[in-house]
């Protein structure tokens, strides 16, 4: 029978069969790899939400954190069909896992700094086969460390408790978009069937994270289809929960002999689990049930089997649980364990607990049982000790668990939320428990009570009663103003403090962070500690029946918390708001807190977050729905009322009430933390001749000209007999001077074509072109340490985004002709060095290379390829380019201007792409392409961008600034270009400050053939190279007809920065650092 055949029937079978579970169904697919979690550990202490802290920022283990979580090196493990069947041959096998291939990456945050809650923001995943994508969906929200406990056993060499934890976190996709490929049809008609909701159910188990190496761990994972009645993110219909099985007398030789193994408990964690009676089979998944050794291997503790226990006699069946081999079908399948069960033990099951119990012979103690003397075994057991047990009671949100709500003063002039309603699930052995009494109580030990108002959040009525589908809902409501600090009675960083000054006396070794927010109130000092935490966490759990006391499972509780709720009061802020009174608390806390923020802006610094391409950046990330990868704050921790005032700020950004302009403070360059060997050469006194001319005549004179075509003669002699490709658009209706230098060329074998062919080929030329532009200007840009330089960095940033204009602009025109632009092909992206100059046979020969800034790579390489047709300002030491960037451009304008209007098509202009910037005049327009004449303004302003309104005018007629070549210029000389009274120009205005210490050693060209795997470079490179591919699809898709994926592409574009930043951040080889990878391959 084929595959084909196969998922026919499977489908066939599916629309007819009523599914009645989760993830754990069959189908489903099973994967497993890596994660990398690059989570930031400044918001972890709460003193360090006060910017005049007197710790360093330097002491946490990732004060650099991104946030960011995705998928890495993940693939299918194993496929299991329609039956519950194990597909060994499935070509799905090996097929990769990937997460937001098209977008930023998903972020990981904390909450809250005491509770933390850490939430799983804006991940897509999706199931990529030989290149096609079979699926892709949405990651509904979900708490990581909701099912969380120390997964890894008798160890001492991971002293961060992180490292030793295991978790475990359910949710759907939602939006799934799927192929029409047949390789996937049993999964999609699965979710397609009576019962089903159309998503995929996903769980995901994460262990083995390794914060010395760049925030790695590992991942396990199954994805089936999801049920409409399941609940979001807790998976399964029925649970077992861990119990002490007394001592474990480990063996000689076991990683755990001669410990002290009291300290490692629980032994095991939580299991979700489905009884199936129409087909009479057990499926639980043991993936965060387990626990390991410090090598990621299963840890022994002895033969373990499942049973039921009816009446105090626990009832064993089946083999024993084969969980020790890691290469095995059990891990194959992540976790998930399908048995096949007799009809008694099904129906003992509709009314038992499900049990697991282990070996006699090492325990000692214990929850014990007697164990049914039928059971077959190798000896006889009279007693078992129980490992897990199921729950009475299995209760669970029907949806996500956590809310945002203000109390509302009445006073407000927009919508407050104030309260908000959870319905909770409630079953007893799978089955809906009706009419039974449920009481919330707020989760907070005594030893918090101090740090929130109690009872500030409440349940409106504490106990309700479940109706007959299990349902209980309960309605939450803020009771009364919500502080926006957090007072302690003890300091909560007293513990660090004190671990801080042990290790100036080397006294402690590497810091461990302090992992149960308990901890937080240990120390000495016993002042009163206030920290501005605006937002307030409360956690609730659940009592069903009459007994309600608060679960004790080693300090984790708080993680477990049913329902979150996260309160802020609502402000009333009168307008105008200000920066100094409203803005710069919010802003300079975050600053302080998101250290990764800095390598886009320094929001503490008012003259920087008011530059106006920068007030756009912030209008859109404040903009942004909460489940969006690039939602400000990440922390998702504003109140809303804050977030509108900082938007209504945004378009009017004054100073202060009294102070309305703008101020200017300068952030300064701090280099002390840089190492002495990654400080660089001094090329601060490198200054060309011309730096130095007084009086530089901008005006064109025949002695000039005929200097010029000398020039240009003497250069076409030495390329003639190694010419680069022709001109394919030479020639053609030229001015007087062009028709002088053709004359000349012609001789030479250029010769003259002007079709539309011809022009789409120099066109997408011209879209490379400026491409080959962005790695070189933004690698020396992001070289810059961060507040040094900054002329230059702006300089240099203003410059790059005109080149995107540039692309775009040259992209539309070649649509409007009916051409199609190609940018995501190995075939067409630049590589580095380069010998070969520019495309379209722009500036043969020039070499580029990718260097870290410096006044001599800004001088040999930015100038040259910005050079203009005919200056005063260029060097005379170096012959005229044959062919220049203005040159290339006005043939392709000539070449239009021939052609004329028949040859666009109007049709095109909802396809052609809009500047996605709206900063009014400041960059440029994009213009939209129908005709000669719009085809014409637009590369003019490309020409006049590039170098000047003319070939001796060095002004940009619409923006006011200098051309690119003058603006490199200015940076090499170290001042500014100024125009005199005579309209002549010298470099003799205000000074530009160069200090060669402001910047990062990266070594030169960086590429993926010499980093070595698993360093700290290979990890970060590899997530800017990951970042750097998707700008290029997502590039490819705004010009293959979505021209809103601009957009995407320009948050991208800042989400290399961020890479680019950790790359440079990162030492790698003596006295250098690793750099961004702009290669288009890396395996």
Same mark, same amino acid.
């Given at each position: 029978?084929?595959?084909?055949?196969?998922?026919?029937?499977?489908?066939?079978?599916? +629309?007819?069969?009523?599914?009645?579970?989760?993830?754990?169904?069959?189908?489903?697919?099973?994967?497993?790899?890596?994660?990398?979690?690059?989570? *930031?550990?400044?918001?972890?202490?709460?003193?360090?939400?006060?910017?005049?802290?007197?710790?360093?920022?330097?002491?946490?283990?990732?004060?650099?954190?991104?946030?960011?979580?995705?998928?890495?090196?993940?693939?299918?493990?194993?496929? &299991?069909?329609?039956?519950?069947?194990?597909?060994?041959?499935?070509?799905?096998?090996?097929?990769?896992?990937?997460?937001?291939?098209?977008?930023?990456?998903?972020?990981?945050?904390?909450?809250?700094?005491?509770?933390?809650?850490?939430?799983?923001?804006?991940?897509?995943?999706?199931?990529?086969?030989?290149?096609?994508?079979?699926?892709?969906?949405?990651?509904?929200?979900?708490?990581?460390?909701?099912?969380?406990?120390?997964?890894?056993?008798?160890?001492?060499?991971?002293?961060?408790?992180?490292?030793?934890?295991?978790?475990?976190?359910?949710?759907?996709?939602?939006?799934?978009?799927?192929?029409?490929?047949?390789? =996937?049809?049993?999964?999609?008609?699965?979710?397609?069937?009576?019962?089903?909701?159309?998503?995929?159910?996903?769980?995901?188990?994460?262990?083995?994270?390794?914060?010395?190496?760049?925030?790695?761990?590992?991942?396990?994972?199954?994805?089936?289809?999801?049920?409409?009645?399941?609940?979001?993110?807790?998976?399964?219909?029925?649970?077992?929960?861990?119990?002490?099985?007394?001592?474990?007398?480990?063996?000689?030789?076991?990683?755990?002999?001669?410990?002290?193994?009291?300290?490692?408990?629980?032994?095991?964690?939580?299991?979700?689990?489905?009884?199936?009676?129409?087909?009479?089979?057990?499926?639980?998944?043991?993936?965060?049930?387990?626990?390991?050794?410090?090598?990621?291997?299963?840890?022994?503790?002895?033969?373990?089997?499942?049973?039921?226990?009816?009446?105090?006699?626990?009832?064993?069946?089946?083999?024993? =649980?084969?969980?020790?081999?890691?290469?095995?079908?059990?891990?194959?399948?992540?976790?998930?364990?399908?048995?096949?069960?007799?009809?008694?033990?099904?129906?003992?099951?509709?009314?038992?607990?499900?049990?697991?119990?282990?070996?006699?012979?090492?325990?000692?103690?214990? *929850?014990?049982?007697?164990?049914?003397?039928?059971?077959?075994?190798?000896?006889?057991?009279?007693?078992?000790?129980?490992?897990?047990?199921?729950?009475?009671?299995?209760?669970?949100?029907?949806?996500?668990?956590?809310?945002?709500?203000?109390?509302?003063?009445?006073?407000?002039?927009?919508?407050?939320?104030?309260?908000?309603?959870?319905?909770?699930?409630?079953?007893?052995?799978?089955?809906?428990?009706?009419?039974?009494?449920?009481?919330?109580?707020?989760?907070?030990?005594?030893?918090?009570?101090?740090?929130?108002?109690?009872?500030?959040?409440?349940?409106?009525?504490?106990?309700?009663?479940?109706?007959?589908?299990?349902?209980?809902?309960?309605?939450?409501?803020?009771?009364?103003?919500?502080?926006?600090?957090?007072?302690?009675?003890?300091?909560?960083? #007293? %513990?660090?403090? $004190?671990?801080?000054?042990? !290790?100036?006396?080397?006294?402690?070794?590497?810091?461990?962070?302090?992992?149960?927010?308990?901890?937080?109130?240990?120390?000495?000092?016993?002042?009163?500690?206030?920290?501005?935490?605006?937002?307030?966490?409360?956690?609730?759990?659940?009592?069903?029946?009459? +007994?309600?006391?608060?679960?004790?499972?080693?300090?984790?509780?708080?993680?477990?918390?049913? =329902?979150?709720?996260?309160?802020?009061?609502?402000?009333?802020?009168?307008?105008?708001?200000?920066?100094?009174?409203?803005?710069?608390?919010?802003?300079?806390?975050?600053?302080?807190?998101?250290? @990764?923020?800095?390598?886009?802006? %320094?929001?503490?610094?008012?003259?920087?977050?008011?530059?106006?391409?920068?007030?756009?950046?912030?209008?859109?990330?404040?903009?942004?729905?909460?489940?969006?990868?690039?939602?400000?704050?990440?922390?998702?921790?504003?109140?809303?009322?804050?977030?509108?005032?900082?938007?209504?700020?945004?378009? %009017?950004?004054?100073?202060?009430?009294?102070?309305?302009?703008?101020?200017?403070?300068?952030?300064?360059?701090?280099?002390?933390?840089?190492?002495?060997?990654?400080?660089?050469?001094?090329?601060?006194?490198?200054?060309?001749?011309?730096?130095?001319?007084?009086?530089?005549?901008?005006?064109?004179?025949?002695?000039?000209?005929?200097?010029?075509?000398?020039?240009?003669?003497?250069?076409?002699?030495?390329?003639?007999?190694?010419?680069?490709?022709?001109?394919?658009?030479?020639?053609?209706?030229?001015?007087?001077?062009?028709?002088?230098?053709? *004359?000349?060329?012609?001789?030479?074998?250029?010769?003259?074509?002007?079709?539309?062919?011809?022009?789409?080929?120099?066109?997408?030329?011209?879209?490379?072109?400026?491409?080959?532009?962005?790695?070189?200007?933004?690698?020396?840009?992001?070289?810059?340490?961060?507040?040094?330089?900054?002329?230059?960095?702006?300089?240099?940033?203003? @410059?790059?985004?005109?080149?995107?204009?540039?692309?775009?602009?040259?992209?539309?025109?070649?649509?409007?002709?009916?051409?199609?632009?190609? @940018? %995501?092909?190995?075939?067409?992206?630049?590589?580095?060095?380069?010998?070969?100059?520019?495309?379209?046979?722009?500036?043969?020969?020039?070499? @580029?290379?990718?260097?870290?800034?410096?006044?001599?790579?800004?001088?040999?390489?930015?100038?040259?390829?910005?050079?203009?047709?005919?200056?005063?300002? #260029?060097?005379?030491? !170096?012959?005229?380019?044959?062919?220049?960037?203005?040159?290339?451009?006005?043939?392709?304008?000539?070449?239009?201007?021939?052609?004329?209007?028949?040859?666009?098509?109007?049709?095109?202009?909802?396809?052609?792409?809009?500047?996605?910037?709206?900063?009014?005049?400041?960059?440029?327009?994009?213009?939209?392409?129908?005709?000669? #004449?719009?085809?014409?303004?637009?590369?003019?302003?490309?020409?006049?961008?590039?170098?000047?309104?003319?070939?001796?005018?060095? *002004?940009?007629?619409?923006?006011?600034?200098?051309?690119?070549?003058?603006?490199? +210029?200015?940076?090499?000389? $170290?001042?500014?270009?100024?125009?005199?009274?005579?309209?002549?120009?010298?470099?003799?205005?205000?000074?530009?400050?160069?200090?060669?210490?402001?910047?990062?050693?990266?070594?030169?060209?960086?590429?993926?053939?010499?980093?070595?795997?698993?360093?700290?470079?290979?990890?970060?490179?590899?997530?800017?190279? !990951?970042?750097?591919?998707?700008?290029?699809?997502?590039?490819?898709?705004?010009?293959?007809?979505?021209?809103?994926?601009?957009?995407?592409?320009?948050?991208?574009?800042?989400?290399?920065? &961020?890479?680019?930043?950790?790359?440079?951040?990162?030492?790698?080889?003596?006295?250098?650092?690793?750099?961004?990878?702009?290669?288009?391959?890396?395996?």
């Amino acid at each position: 029978m084929t595959y084909y055949l196969i998922l026919v029937l499977l489908h066939i079978a599916y +629309e007819t069969k009523q599914i009645t579970g989760s993830y754990m169904d069959a189908p489903r697919i099973h994967f497993a790899g890596k994660f990398r979690a690059d989570v *930031n550990t400044r918001n972890n202490r709460a003193c360090n939400f006060d910017p005049n802290n007197p710790l360093s920022e330097h002491d946490e283990w990732n004060f650099q954190g991104t946030s960011e979580w995705e998928f890495v090196d993940t693939v299918v493990t194993s496929v &299991v069909d329609g039956n519950g069947e194990e597909i060994t041959d499935s070509s799905l096998l090996g097929a990769k896992i990937f997460s937001n291939e098209n977008r930023p990456f998903a972020k990981l945050v904390d909450i809250d700094v005491d509770f933390q809650v850490s939430s799983l923001y804006g991940l897509e995943l999706g199931l990529k086969y030989r290149g096609e994508n079979l699926f892709v969906g949405k990651w509904s929200t979900s708490v990581i460390v909701y099912d969380m406990w120390p997964k890894m056993k008798c160890t001492s060499e991971i002293t961060d408790p992180s490292g030793r934890m295991g978790a475990q976190s359910t949710t759907k996709l939602t939006d799934v978009v799927w192929s029409q490929s047949e390789t =996937i049809r049993a999964l999609k008609a699965a979710t397609e069937c009576q019962g089903a909701s159309g998503e995929l159910a996903v769980s995901i188990s994460l262990d083995l994270y390794k914060v010395d190496v760049f925030v790695i761990g590992r991942v396990y994972g199954t994805i089936g289809a999801a049920m409409t009645d399941e609940p979001l993110n807790v998976g399964g219909e029925r649970r077992m929960e861990p119990v002490d099985p007394g001592a474990l007398n480990f063996p000689s030789g076991h990683p755990c002999y001669g410990l002290n193994v009291d300290d490692e408990k629980p032994w095991t964690y939580g299991t979700p689990f489905k009884v199936d009676s129409t087909q009479n089979v057990l499926i639980a998944d043991l993936s965060n049930t387990l626990p390991r050794q410090q090598n990621g291997d299963p840890l022994d503790l002895g033969t373990l089997y499942f049973g039921v226990l009816v009446d105090g006699v626990v009832k064993p069946f089946g083999e024993s =649980i084969p969980y020790t081999d890691l290469d095995g079908a059990l891990w194959r399948q992540s976790g998930v364990i399908r048995r096949s069960i007799g009809a008694d033990v099904v129906s003992d099951l509709e009314n038992s607990k499900l049990v697991v119990f282990i070996d006699s012979d090492l325990t000692t103690g214990g *929850n014990t049982y007697p164990v049914k003397k039928t059971f077959s075994s190798q000896r006889s057991m009279e007693m078992v000790s129980l490992v897990l047990q199921e729950i009475e009671y299995f209760v669970r949100p029907k949806d996500y668990y956590m809310d945002r709500l203000e109390y509302s003063s009445g006073s407000e002039r927009h919508p407050v939320k104030s309260t908000s309603d959870f319905t909770l699930l409630v079953t007893q052995f799978g089955r809906p428990v009706n009419n039974t009494h449920v009481t919330m109580i707020d989760s907070y030990n005594e030893a918090l009570q101090s740090v929130l108002p109690l009872g500030a959040v409440s349940p409106v009525e504490s106990t309700k009663t479940t109706d007959s589908q299990g349902h209980v809902t309960f309605t939450f409501a803020v009771n009364q103003a919500i502080p926006e600090a957090r007072r302690y009675v003890n300091n909560p960083c #007293a %513990d660090y403090l $004190q671990a801080q000054e042990a !290790r100036k006396h080397g006294k402690l070794t590497p810091l461990r962070r302090a992992f149960d927010s308990k901890l937080f109130l240990k120390g000495s000092l016993k002042s009163e500690f206030t920290v501005p935490v605006d937002g307030q966490l409360y956690n609730f759990y659940y009592c069903v029946g009459d +007994e309600c006391t608060l679960p004790d499972d080693g300090g984790f509780f708080l993680y477990k918390a049913l =329902i979150s709720i996260l309160a802020f009061s609502t402000v009333s802020y009168e307008a105008p708001y200000t920066w100094e009174d409203h803005v710069q608390p919010i802003f300079e806390q975050a600053h302080h807190l998101h250290y @990764i923020m800095r390598t886009v802006l %320094d929001l503490s610094n008012f003259t920087e977050v008011t530059l106006p391409h920068n007030v756009e950046l912030l209008k859109k990330v404040f903009r942004k729905p909460i489940t969006d990868p690039n939602y400000m704050p990440q922390t998702r921790d504003l109140s809303p009322t804050k977030r509108l005032m900082i938007l209504a700020w945004l378009d %009017d950004p004054i100073y202060s009430r009294v102070l309305k302009k703008h101020i200017h403070d300068a952030p300064v360059c701090d280099t002390s933390s840089l190492p002495p060997k990654m400080r660089l050469p001094d090329f601060s006194h490198f200054r060309p001749p011309r730096c130095l001319l007084k009086n530089i005549p901008f005006k064109s004179d025949p002695e000039t000209q005929d200097s010029y075509f000398n020039k240009v003669v003497n250069y076409a002699k030495l390329k003639a007999d190694a010419c680069h490709p022709p001109r394919p658009l030479f020639a053609l209706g030229f001015d007087k001077e062009d028709v002088k230098i053709a *004359n000349i060329l012609k001789g030479y074998g250029y010769t003259p074509l002007c079709t539309v062919s011809a022009l789409q080929k120099q066109l997408q030329n011209a879209v490379l072109l400026e491409f080959y532009t962005l790695p070189l200007y933004l690698t020396s840009m992001y070289t810059i340490v961060e507040n040094c330089n900054t002329e230059a960095y702006q300089a240099i940033r203003d @410059i790059v985004i005109q080149e995107m204009l540039h692309l775009v602009q040259s992209a539309n025109i070649l649509i409007s002709i009916g051409g199609q632009v190609i @940018i %995501d092909d190995p075939n067409y992206v630049p590589s580095y060095p380069s010998e070969d100059g520019l495309p379209g046979g722009v500036l043969p020969g020039l070499e @580029i290379s990718l260097e870290r800034f410096n006044l001599r790579h800004v001088y040999d390489t930015m100038m040259a390829i910005e050079t203009p047709i005919l200056t005063y300002v #260029a060097r005379p030491e !170096r012959e005229f380019m044959l062919y220049t960037i203005g040159q290339f451009y006005k043939e392709i304008s000539v070449c239009i201007h021939y052609l004329g209007n028949d040859i666009f098509d109007a049709s095109t202009a909802e396809r052609q792409v809009r500047w996605p910037w709206t900063e009014p005049g400041s960059v440029g327009t994009v213009h939209v392409v129908t005709d000669v #004449a719009s085809a014409k303004h637009g590369i003019a302003q490309i020409v006049e961008q590039g170098e000047g309104e003319g070939p001796l005018i060095p *002004n940009q007629v619409a923006t006011g600034q200098y051309g690119h070549f003058y603006r490199f +210029e200015e940076i090499v000389c $170290q001042r500014r270009l100024v125009q005199k009274d005579d309209n002549s120009y010298a470099y003799d205005g205000a000074p530009i400050d160069y200090n060669p210490s402001g910047v990062y050693a990266m070594r030169d060209n960086p590429s993926s053939d010499t980093i070595v795997p698993g360093t700290n470079c290979h990890r970060e490179a590899k997530a800017f190279h !990951r970042t750097y591919r998707s700008f290029l699809r997502v590039l490819q898709e705004a010009f293959d007809g979505q021209p809103d994926k601009i957009h995407k592409s320009v948050e991208l574009m800042e989400a290399l920065q &961020v890479h680019a930043k950790r790359c440079i951040w990162t030492p790698y080889g003596p006295g250098n650092t690793c750099g961004p990878v702009w290669d288009y391959e890396w395996e």
